[in-house]
C-alpha cells in the first residue's frame, strides 16, 4: 500500500492533502475517451447554447420584425427567405433556439424539482405517504399526457408560465418513478441508517446522503427528459397551444410554414424551409441522446472493454 | 448412496493442474497494476489444496486463474497454466468454455447472489450437463438428487423445486456444490465458500464437501482467509500475500512448524486476552422487551444487564434476534411491550421520541464499513459530522478534532480529504469507529464489527477497542457469532437463540461446562486450528444426523 507523503502539521494546511484527482483532471480523462459521437454531441450543444444565449446579436434582423414581402425566396437579404408574414426565417430560428431551449431547460429543472423532491420524501418515508403520492402518480400516468396537456392548457390558458408548469408537472411524474426507483436502494444503506440514529431531519437525509449517490442515473435521465419536454412543447406549438405568436419558437414555425411543403416541386428551397426548424430539433435531440448515452456508459461501471 | 462417478477420475497423484510464473494485472487509476506476482502451483488428482491470505493477496484471481479466467479488470499477462495437458492460456476460449464446467466447476463466495432467482434449483444444477449434452435431463435430475442426498440436504427428493428464496443460506451453499459437482469435474475451486455463513450451519457445508470430494476423488482449491476452516479441508496449502507465495506446505506440517514469519504471526493471531471484570454499576437494562416485525415475533421476554465501562458480548446465529435487540436498543425498532432504561430512566421507545443528547449517548457501529459509510463523503465528512451535529464544532476547531480522533485510531491527518473507496477494510471500519468516538457516548454497539474483515485486521480493531474503551470508559455491546472474539474481549455473555436470552452471566462461567444444548452446539462448532477436529466433532455428534437449525 502507498502512503502518502505528508509534510503539513496537524492543525494547518489540511485541505491541501489531497490523494484524490481534482474534479478538472477526472473530467480532462473523462473527455479523453470520449467516443466521437459523445464529442459531436456535446459540440452541437455548445453550439445551440452559443447561439441561444446570443442571439439578439447574431440574428440579422428583429424577431418579430415584419417585411413586405411574405414567403420570400433563399438567397438576397434573406438566407432562407421569408415566412407567411414576412418575417425573416433565420432570424426565428436564432430566436426560436432561445424561446424553445430555454423553456424546455427551465420545464425540464422544474419536473425535476417536483419529481425528484416528491420521489425522494416517498422512498424515505414508505408509509401512507408513499401510497397517496404513488398512486397519485400512476393516476396522472394512465392519461395520455400530451392530450392532458391539451385539456389543461386549454382551460388554463396558453401562456409560457402555463406551459411550464403544466409539462413540468406531467413529466414530474416519470422523474418521481425513476428517483423513487433509484433511491429505494440507498435507503436501506447502513449510513442512512447512521444519519437517521444521529438524528438527521428528512433535509440532510435528502440532499447529503441519497442525492449524491443517486445523480448519475438523474442526469442522464435529465437529458432524455430534456429531449421528451423539448418535443412536447414543439408538438402543442405545432398544434397552437404552445408558445404563442409572435414569439418565435421552432414548433410553430413548422406549423406555419407547412404549407410551403407543396411548392417543392417548383423550388426546393421553398419546400425545405418548414423543415429547417424541424430539423433544428431533431439535431437537438440527437445530439443529447449522444452525450447521455456516453454519460450512462461511464457511470454503468461497465469495464469490459479492458 | 451414490457410488458411481468414483474412479472416473483418474489415478490419485498424477498432476492436474500446473500454473508457472503465472503473472496477472488488475486495472486500477487508469493503468495496469501486477496484482498476482509470479506464482507456482502444482494440483495432483484427489488433492485438496489451501488458499489463504489477507483480502487483496490475490486469492479469487489466482483461483478463477485456474479456470484459464480473468474477471473484467484483470488480464493474464504471462505464465504457463497447464490443465491434464491442456494449455490453457494458449487454448482459445471456445475450448476453455468447454472445459468449464463440465471439468472444472467453481464454487462461489455468495450461493445468494450465483443463483438465478427466477428458476429452480434443479434445473439450475443440472444446467451444465444440458448444456454441454453430458447426459439426458431426466438422468440429470435423478443424479442431482443423489447429489442432494449426499450434500445432507433436507428432503433431496424434492428440494430441487424449491426457488432459491425458499432455501437457507447454508443450503443454498450446499445446493452450489451439488452443481459444481453435477458434471463430475476433476477440479472445483472453492472461492470463501463458508465466510458468509454461522458457525452451526458451516460444520455442515465443510462436512458434506469434505465428504463429496472425498469420495469423487475430485481436486480442489480452497480460498479462504479461515486458518481454522483450511486446517480441516486442505491436504496442502498455499499462503499468498500481496500477490506471492509465502510458504508451501503439508497442512500438519504447516500448522506444527510454521516456517515464514508472516505465516507464524497469521497462527498468533488468536492472543488477546483479557481477564473479565465484574461491575454492578448497570449502565443500561433490557428490561422483558418483546419485538415484532409485524406480526412475527422476533424478540421474546428478552431481559439483559449492561454493566458501565464493561464489554458484553451477545452471541447466537443469524435469526437468533442479536441485531434486532441493538435495533430495539436505539430505537429504530420500537418495543412491543418492555422497557429500556439507560442510566437508571427508561428511554423513549421510538427514535423520534429521543433528545439529541440520549442519541449522542448510544452509538452504533456497523458489520460492513463499505456500506456504513456514504461513498460520497470524505472523511472529514463522516467524523466531522457528530462533531458539528452533537457538540456544534465548525470549520477549523472541527477539523481539529478529527485529526485527533484519527490519531486515536491509528491513522494520520493525510486521511482526511479521502473517500471511503480509497481506504482499506480496516481502515474504514477505523473510521467508522472514530465516527462513533466523535458524539463523545457512553455506550457503542457493535454489530459483527470484526466479521468481515481478516484476522490480522481483526485483532487490531479489537485492540484498538479495548484501548479505547480503557481510556475514555465506554461500555460496549458486541453482537458478534465468533466465539474467538468473544473469549478475546468480553466481561460478560448473553448467549440468544430464537428470540430468546439462552444464557447469561460472566465470560468465564457461560465458557466453563456445563452448557446448556444450545451452548454446547454454538461452542463445539467453532472450528479449531487442529486438522482433526472436524472429524473428531462429527464422530462425536454421530454422524448420521444432520446438525444444527440450518432451516
Known sequence: MTEIENTYSASGEVAQVRARRTFAQRLWIGLRSAPLTAWFGMIVIAAYLFVALFAPWIAPYGEAQVFPQPFAPWGGDFLFGTDQLGRDVLTRLIYGARNTVGIAVATTFLSFLIGGGLGLIAAINRTWLDQVLSRFVDVLMAIPSLIFALMLLSIFGSTVTNLIIIIAVLDATRVFRLTRAVAMNVVVMDYVEAARLRGEGLGWVMRREILPNI????????????????????ALSFLGVGIQPPTADWGSMVRENASLIQFAPYDLKAGLTPLLPAAAIALLTVAVNFVVDWFLHKTSGLRDEH | ??????????????????????????????????????????????????????????????????????????????????????????????????????????????????????????????????????????????????????????????????????????????????MAMTSRPDLIIFDEPTTALDVTTQVNVLAAIRDVVDRFNTAAIYITHDLAVVAQMADVIKVLRYGETVEDADTREMLSAPKHPYTKSLWAVRSIEKPAAESDDIILKIDHVDAAYGTIKVLDDVSIAVPRGKTVAVVGESGSGKSTTARVITGLLPAVSGQVLFNGEALPKALKGRSTDQLRRIQMIYQSADTAMNPRHTVRDIIGRPLE???????????????????????????????????????????????????????????????????????????????????????????????????????????????RVVEQGVKDDILQPPHPAYTELLLSSVPEMDPDWLTNLLQSRGDTSPVGGDQ
Open chain 1, 215 to 234: 445523480l448519475p442515473p438523474l442526469v442522464a435521465e435529465f437529458g432524455l427528459r430534456f429531449c421528451f419536454v423539448f418535443l412536447t412543447i414543439a
Open chain 2, 1 to 178: 448412496m451414490n457410488t458411481d462417478g468414483s474412479g472416473t477420475n483418474g489415478t490419485r497423484g498424477e498432476v492436474l493442474l500446473e500454473m508457472r510464473d503465472v503473472r496477472i494485472d488488475g486495472y486500477s487509476d487508469e493503468r495496469w497494476h501486477e496484482i498476482v506476482k509470479g506464482v507456482d502451483l502444482v494440483l495432483r488428482r484427489g488433492e485438496v489444496m489451501g488458499l489463504i491470505g489477507e483480502s487483496g493477496a490475490g486469492k479469487s484471481t489466482l483461483g478463477l486463474a485456474a479456470m484459464g479466467f480473468a474477471r473484467p479488470g484483470c488480464r493474464l499477462t504471462s505464465g504457463t497454466i497447464v490443465f491434464d495437458g491442456i494449455d490453457l492460456m494458449a487454448a482459445p476460449e471456445s475450448q476453455k468454455r468447454r472445459l468449464r464446467g463440465t471439468r472444472i466447476a467453481y464454487v462461489a463466495q455468495s450461493a445468494a447472489a450465483s443463483f438465478n432467482p427466477a428458476h429452480k434449483l434443479i434445473d439450475q444444477t443440472i444446467e451444465s450437463s444440458i448444456r454441454n449434452s453430458l447426459r439426458p435431463a431426466e438422468e440429470a435430475r435423478s443424479d442431482a438428487r443423489t447429489l442432494y442426498r449426499d450434500m445432507q440436504l433436507p428432503d433431496p427428493d424434492h428440494i430441487g423445486d424449491r426457488y432459491p428464496h425458499q432455501v437457507s443460506g447454508g443450503q443454498l451453499q450446499r445446493a452450489m456444490t451439488a
Open chain 2, 389 to 499: 451535529y452533537y457538540l456544534g464544532l465548525r470549520g477549523r476547531a472541527c477539523d481539529d478534532r478529527v485529526v485527533e480522533l484519527l490519531k486515536m485510531i491509528e491513522l494520520d491527518e493525510s486521511f482526511i480529504d479521502r473517500l471511503p473507496g480509497e481506504l482499506s477494510g480496516g481502515q474504514k471500519q477505523r473510521i467508522c469507529i472514530a465516527r462513533a468516538l466523535a458524539a463523545d457516548p457512553e455506550l457503542i454497539i457493535c454489530d459483527e464489527v470484526t466479521s468481515a474483515l481478516d484476522q490480522i485486521v481483526q485483532e487490531g480493531i479489537l485492540k484498538l477497542l479495548l484501548r479505547l474503551q480503557k481510556e475514555f470508559d465506554i461500555t460496549y455491546i458486541f453482537i458478534t457469532h465468533d466465539i474467538a472474539t468473544v473469549k478475546a474481549i468480553s466481561d460478560e455473555i448473553v448467549v440468544m437463540h430464537q428470540g
